[in-house]
């Protein structure tokens, strides 16, 4: 099964906490920029089984970043 969504980690800060009970140990998360990242790199940093998982870049930026989300799980 798959889960598909968007979000934006806002200008100034450096992560965002998607809460999906969908997500378990096994679930692919794909992350696609779809507003411009200035070079930054956008990365899964953490997931919780039951809870859901939160996107990061390194650096803050001036303008809001939004992405693209797909979740795949795995048997």
Known sequence: T??????TISAGTTQLIIANIN???GTYV???PISDSD????????????VGFTVAINQPL???LQFNYWLIQTR
């Open 23 to 25: 997500v378990r140990l």
């Open 62 to 64: 001036t303008n809001d």
């Open 2 to 7: 798959a889960t598909i969504g968007t979000g």
């Open 39 to 50: 070079n930054q790199v956008l990365y899964l940093k953490s997931k919780q089984e039951g």
């Open 30 to 32: 794909y992350l696609t």
